[in-house]
Structure formats: C-alpha cells, structure tokens
C-alpha cells in the first residue's frame, strides 16, 4: 500500500511539473510572436533561466556536497569563451579580432551550438578536476579563498595579451550567435536543469549529501570521500561551464569583466536566498533575483510628488532598496526562501487539505 | 579459531605524545571483546587507526591475514569493517531510510552516468528493498521516514547500528554503544549486540564503561590506560587484576 501510495505520489509532481513546462512554452510562445512588444520581459525571462541553470550547479557543490566553492565566475568564464571562439561566424571573426588577428588554428574552427556548450562545459569541467586535486583537500573558508582565488587568474589570464589570438585579450568577443527564440534558451536551460536534478536524486547524489552531513561517518559507510567531492566538483564546474556558454549567447559580446567576482556572487546570493541544498529554491531565487533587480528600476527614475522631487529617487537607489530586502529575507528565513525543502504539490495539496478538514462542516 | 584482527606492536604519536604505545591485540572469527580503560587511555584511538582514519607511526594490522595499514578508510569498510561512534554520527538531516540506503551503496557498482540516466534501476530497486528489510529486522522501519537528528537518542544509537550493519561488516566496531543509556536500556542493549551477532554472523570489538555490559558479554577484556597494555584475559581476570584496580580507582598513597 505505501508502494502505491509514493507512486501516486511522484505522479502528481511530475504531472504538475509536466503542466508547468507546458504553460510555460506557452507564455513563451506567445511572448516570441510579439517579440517587440515584449522584448524587455523576454529579456528578463532568458537570464533568469541561464542564472537558474548556474545556481542548479552551485547548489551541487556548495548545498548538496557542502563544499564552499566560490569559483563560479572562473569556471563561466572558460565556458563562455570557449562556446564564444567556437561559434561566432567564420565571415565576422576578421572584424571581432580586428586588432590582433586570430590563430590560424582557430580560424575555421566553427561548431553546431549544442557541441558548443558541452564542449564548453567539458573546458571547464577538465580545468575543474585538474585543480581539485589540490584544493578539495582544504576545508569550509579556505576551500572559498581558493576557489576565489582560481577564478580570478582565468580572469587575468582571458585578458592577458598573450591569448590576444584566442580571446582576444581585453577587447573581448563580439558577434556571438544569440538565442533565435526564448525557446531555445528555455530547452537548454531545461536539459541542464533536468539532468541535474536526476544527479541529485540519484545514487550518486546520495553520496554527495552523506559527504555533506558527515564526512567522517561518509567514509566510514565506505564512500571515498575525495572521489565524491571532486566528482560533484567536476560536475558542478561543467554544468556552470554551460552555464557559462548560455550567458555568452544572451549577451552576445563578452570580455573578461564579465566574469568578476560580482558575478560569482550574483549567483551565490539567488543560492543562499532560494536555500542552500534546496532545487527549487534555485530556480525560484534565479527569477526572483533577476525580475526583482529589473522590477525595483522604478526606484533609479525621479520621483515628483507636488512638484517637489524626493532626493533619494536617483540611480542606484534600487539596489538599496534591493539589500534592504535581501537583509529582511535573511533575518526572517534564515536559512533561504524554501531552507532545504522542496516545492512540492503534494505538501502544498495537504496543506489545502487538511485546511478544509479544519474548516467547520468544511470536509465532512 | 580463525583471527579475524590482529594488532602487533601498534604505536601512534601525536606530537610528544604517545597516544598508542606497543599495543598488541587479537579477535577470533565470532568472539565479542572488549577494551576498557580510563578516559583518554587511548580506546577510541585504536578504533580510528583500525578503520584507516588514523595511520599508525609503527606496528600492523591484519585483518583476515593481510595488513590494512594506509588504507583508505572507505576500503577498509568494504574490506569488511564497520563501526559506530561514541558520540553519535548519524547523517542528520537526512531520512532514517537514506542513512541506511547510503551504506547498502558500498555494495553496488554504478557510476555516475548509470545512476543519473536511472540505468541502474535493477540495483537501485534492490538497494531499496535490502533497506527496507534491515530496518524491518532492526525494528527501524516505523521511523523509516523521520529524519534521523530528530529521533530520540536510543533510536539513534539504534539506527547507527542499522547503518553499520547495511556494509555488511564481518568485523563490527562499537565505540561505547551503551553510553547514555539507563540499566534497563543497557541491558536490551546487551542482548541486542549478542542477537546481530548470531544473526549476521559478526565478530564484535567494542569500547565500553558500563562494566555491568562488558562484564555480561565479552569473551575477552583488554585493559589499557595512558595507551598501554595493563591486562587481558577474561572478565573474572580483570576484575581481580590489581593493575586494573589500580588505574581505575587510584592507589592508596601510604603516610
């Protein structure tokens, strides 16, 4: 009977998220055919769902295997110039690398999309395991230095004249094929997202949350804890590596102060605020992240009431108002919009029904 | 009588200190004993170099016939030997049925492509039904659900038991199971330890305070204070061991 009772169970979820993925196509569909009325939401929409993809994959190392790792931005950085050099148009690649030329290797070297991104991710995904072996043996804030640390030399080295012919140093990349549709965003964002998800809740993800529980008692049930931790590591860096590959076609020209440390903290805080080791809490906290930065714009235009103009409506005063709220989130949900619990149907179902039941004559 | 674990001349230094000094002991295939000893004797010390956590400054381990020194502690646990700690390790937020699900994986081989692309269904559905049949026997199954930090502390004690059993261990470490527990509650616990053992075939060491428990249960005794060996032989040998007396109540300093 309890067999029956945990299928019915995953059924309702996976329906429901069926119906969301459905409506979803929809809205975007819709959207797409009045592309230039809603070029501003569709805009929002499509880094919403590439950020979603890079906090999945953080929350693999930092909330699922409780490696504090702040190499986001790094790991992003080899994705998205990888996925760059290997997809921009032979015929504009002259003028991107107006300046310094292009390696003639490089020249043709042009790949469908997909291949792109995994490739991208396998860059970043190899850098990942090469420099996990020495770092995954530090702990808690020392492994975050050093992570930090990694992120910020692929930075230096991208705008370093010597890879003038490959990245073309501090000019950055231009002309990036964009994504033709928000559906096209949408479907990598969702394999990415899917795939991650199944890691989590396989074998293999057990493992990782044992890690993250108890390392001492992790290795005494016989899981190799090197191994667990630079595997998530790995996985994590060529999801982000993806991710990466995604944000370079949104935003179709790239350079090196792209991937500051900002943007690894951007992530980490949809992390932290959607809960750490929480799924939906990710892709929750990547929209509400996202569309609350662009909503709160309101705050940056001057403000006229009686002919008197408020002093403090000028540029930037959103982002106070925005860490003002971050700061109230953290005080009240300690421990993230949805604090390591998942979104599910069935608790949000039993809670309407057992508020029915509590209604007098409600349920009778 | 088969040796199942065989310490010679084991030493570990930390620093100046010599936590381990020379210490020599043996468990037979099906014996239970026990090590006792004063605080800081150096008890859980031994548990940690068996099971790979520590490594030895000199000495050996063999377990079944072979040295185990320098291995890789999650080897050692596949080799066979499993434990339990004294102060509890359980993996806390997570589902009494995971903590166990967690250990059966030590016995199956997938990876991560299998296990994500759900490849391994056959495994993962077998992984799934030993749980649930441990449980049963170990009386967890009721609490299959809680998470484990909730549970009461003899439950727990209990499940990290559980948990060490799904390795399928031939060896069982117990590092003071019977610590904060009630004369009632240890008492269960000592038919309990002798229980798994008949059923799953086990030879148990075990770290122990509660003499009344050692005293009941174990084959052998292995006294050791400030990481020596002081004395050995059978609980009734112990017991009348002067050296034993000696570290456990002090001696009469004489005016």
Request: contains cysteine; proline residues 3%; neutral net charge.
């Amino acid at each position: 009977m309890n067999k029956l009772n945990f299928k019915e169970k995953t059924n309702i979820n996976l329906l429901m998220y069926l119906a969301i993925i459905v409506v979803s196509v929809t809205i975007l569909i819709f959207l797409d055919m009045n592309k230039f009325q809603y070029n501003y939401v569709i805009s929002i929409i499509e880094k919403s769902l590439v950020y979603a993809v890079v906090a999945l994959s953080m929350n693999i190392v930092t909330g699922f295997t409780g490696l504090f790792s702040l190499g986001q931005a790094g790991f992003m950085a080899l994705g998205a110039y990888t996925t760059a050099i290997l997809t921009i148009p032979i015929a504009s690649r002259p003028n991107v690398y107006y300046m310094n030329g292009i390696l003639p290797a490089l020249e043709n070297a042009i790949v469908p999309i997909p291949v792109a991104l995994i490739l991208g991710g396998v860059v970043a995904g190899v850098f990942a395991a090469l420099i996990g072996i020495p770092i995954l043996r530090l702990k808690s804030d020392y492994l975050a230095i050093a992570t930090l640390g990694f992120s910020e030399i692929i930075r230096a080295v991208i705008a370093s004249p010597m890879m003038d012919k490959i990245t073309n140093g501090s000019y950055g990349l231009k002309s990036i094929p964009g994504f033709k549709s928000s559906l096209e965003c949408f479907a990598y964002s969702l394999i990415c997202i899917v795939i991650m998800i199944l890691i989590i809740n396989s074998s293999t993800g057990r493992d990782f949350k044992a890690v993250r529980e108890d390392e001492i008692a992790a290795r005494a049930v016989g899981i190799n804890l090197f191994k667990t931790k630079e595997l998530s590591f790995v996985v994590s860096s060529f999801f982000t590596g993806i991710g990466g590959g995604l944000l370079a076609m949104f935003m179709r020209s790239i350079d090196s102060k792209t991937f500051q440390i900002t943007l690894t903290y951007d992530i980490l805080l949809i992390v932290v605020l959607g809960g750490i080791g929480s799924i939906t809490g990710s892709i929750v906290g990547a929209f509400f992240v996202t569309a609350g930065k662009e909503l709160l714009r309101f705050f940056d235009e001057p403000l006229i009431i009686g002919g008197v103009q408020i002093p403090l409506f000028k540029p930037g005063f959103r982002m106070v108002i925005f860490s003002i709220l971050l700061m109230i989130v953290v005080l009240f949900f300690r421990k993230g919009l949805l604090g390591g619990k998942e979104l599910s149907f069935n608790k949000l179902m039993k809670v309407r029904r057992k508020k029915n039941l509590d209604e007098p004559g409600g349920n009778a | 009588m088969e040796n199942v674990l065989r310490l010679t001349d084991m030493s570990i230094a930390f620093g100046g200190l010599m936590a381990l000094d020379g210490l020599n002991l043996e468990v037979n295939k099906g014996e239970i004993v026990a090590i006792i000893g004063p605080n800081g004797a150096g008890k859980t010390t031994a548990f940690n170099c068996i099971t790979g956590i520590y490594t030895p400054t000199s000495g050996n381990i063999e377990y079944l016939g072979e040295s185990i020194i320098n291995k890789e502690p999650s080897d050692i646990t596949k080799k066979g030997i499993a434990r339990t700690f004294q102060n509890i390790r359980l993996f806390k937020e997570l589902s009494v049925f995971e903590n166990v699900l967690i250990a059966m994986h030590l016995r199956y081989n997938d990876n991560i492509f299998t296990s994500t692309f759900r490849l391994n269904k056959k495994m993962e559905d077998e992984m799934r039904e030993e749980t649930k049949k441990l449980l049963d026997s170990q009386d967890l199954y009721k609490y299959r659900n809680d998470v484990a930090g909730s549970l009461p502390y003899g439950i727990q004690r209990r499940l990290e038991i559980a948990r060490a059993l799904a390795t399928s261990p031939t060896l069982l470490l117990l590092d003071e199971p019977a610590a904060g527990m009630n004369p009632q509650e240890t008492m269960e616990l000592t038919s309990y330890i002798k229980k798994i053992r008949d059923e799953f075939g086990l030879t148990v060491l075990l770290i122990e305070h509660h003499m009344d428990l050692v005293m009941d249960i174990s084959e052998r005794i292995y006294v050791i204070d400030f990481g020596k060996l002081i004395a050995k032989g059978t609980a009734e040998e112990v017991q009348n061991n002067p050296k034993v007396i000696e570290a456990y109540l002090g001696v009469q300093d004489d005016a």
